[in-house]
């Protein structure tokens, strides 16, 4: 038993999607969420700029003791991870592992399509993992540089025509590919489900990164004796810009109305 | 006459629009641009962080002692110029004034248009500085989220059609408001010029900010007897986030080769 919080960070607000499955799993745990919402967003980044921003998040969490941090952030766990994990000596769980490992158990024709920010599919992280457990598995991958600035700008309901534009301009190659499973390589991207799901097709599986990095931690935490022993936890949110801005669209990643107070932080100071 | 450089930045690309008409009406002058690439973009976010983001912008480009700062982002133009004004004994140029009285002096039917960044738009400036000059003009105001992540991912050709899809949304109330000019208050924007004009149809008069910024610092350095006396200058670009990157996209943001190296620059350390 470890009745300490977990922490978990995004770039913004997409590694709520994260926060909401592990809410829904492990409902007894305390969470402590930050959103680099001041420097949104890191997909388009480049790799020494990414591992900078993601020292400083897990700095930042680091203040509240967690046992464990949850990087809900496929950018920063496809280009940052192993630095983190040399560098702290905690558990970091990250979407890339349990996302590749969620397709290949998925797919039955032995393709997959993979879609992320820019970063993330320039770092080859997916595939590498993909290509370790299953050598046969044939990935096409797409960067949908897009998809993060519609989401963050709440453009992902369904009929909303820019969106359906850009899902079918970016997903065109891997429909075409014959792929019977998606990785949403991004946290942000499972706001996009819906539009995605209706251009894809009934019969191809989507991959929640953020869902399956939330399950993964909670297998892990439970088998090592680390969950906490708690009737009900609660959350706490922290964001690098406006708090005002990120509340409003929050609560619409959440699923339901944002709990407490949400906190700005100068996150450049960790 | 003043032979110390001229300090130009942006959040990102957007301000090499100003650069070029910098280097082509004042070819003697030495320039130092800085894009802060690795925050990109700054017209999402709260007003303090942009401040703040400014705040170590400025204080970069003073490490090489320029005679004047011409500020090449709507969105700090229009969130902190005052403060930047305040807290450095230097001329600071930005786009706002200069862009206001260019589609005051621009317009016959007293209607204009007026786009921006969320922050840009959200702050009034432009407003205030055109009801100031003429309390006659009615501005029609649309926030336009979405083109600066088009531009900085370079979809801003014509024939785009998610970026053509994009323009008819954001600007069709402000066809439909019959403005005679439209100001482009951001500086990301003159690269979706043609778009922007086959839209709004040819007797539109289109207001670049960043080349009436940079006409207005002219104008203002040689009334003071401060312009350079050189034969030809050159400029120095640094950014904030990957060289290769900028690399890519600068050339065609300023129309010619980009001349001379890129240098990285941590500006949190500022």
Chains 1, 2 share one sequence.
């Not at 280009?79 to 397709?103: C, G, K, S, W, Y």
């Not at 993060?148 to 709440?154: S, Y």
């Amino acid at each position: 038993m470890d009745q300490r919080p977990i922490g978990v960070f995004d770039s913004g607000l997409g590694g709520l999607t994260a926060l909401r499955e592990l809410r829904r799993i492990l409902p007894g745990e305390e969470l402590v969420y930050f959103g680099d919402t001041g420097r949104v967003p890191y997909g388009t980044k480049g790799k020494e700029t990414i591992l900078h921003y993601a020292c400083q998040d897990v700095s930042f969490l680091r203040t509240f003791d967690p046992k464990a941090i949850v990087v809900a952030c496929g950018t920063v766990s496809a280009n940052a991870l192993e630095e983190l994990q040399r560098e702290n000596d905690l558990p970091i769980f990250a979407v890339v592992t349990p996302a590749a490992r969620a397709a290949v158990e998925s797919t039955r024709n032995k393709r997959v399509g993979l879609i992320g920010t820019s970063a993330s599919i320039r770092s080859g992280a997916y595939e590498r993992e993909m290509a370790r457990l299953d050598p046969g598995v044939r990935v096409t991958a797409r960067a949908c540089p897009l998809f993060v600035p519609l989401v963050e700008n709440g453009r992902f309901r369904p009929g909303d025509r820019v969106a359906e534009l850009v899902v079918e301009e970016y997903l065109t190659p891997i429909k075409d590919a014959g792929v019977d499973t998606l990785v949403l390589g991004c946290t942000h991207y499972p706001l996009l489900m819906d539009t995605v799901r209706s251009f894809m097709g009934p019969n191809v599986t989507l991959i929640d990164t953020g869902a399956v990095c939330a399950n993964h931690a909670a297998d892990t935490l439970r088998e090592r004796g680390l969950l906490a022993q708690r009737e009900k936890g609660s959350y706490r949110c922290f964001v690098s810009d406006s708090i005002e801005d990120f509340t409003h669209l929050a609560s619409i990643f959440l699923g339901e109305p944002l709990e407490g107070e949400v906190e700005r932080v100068e996150i450049w100071r960790y």
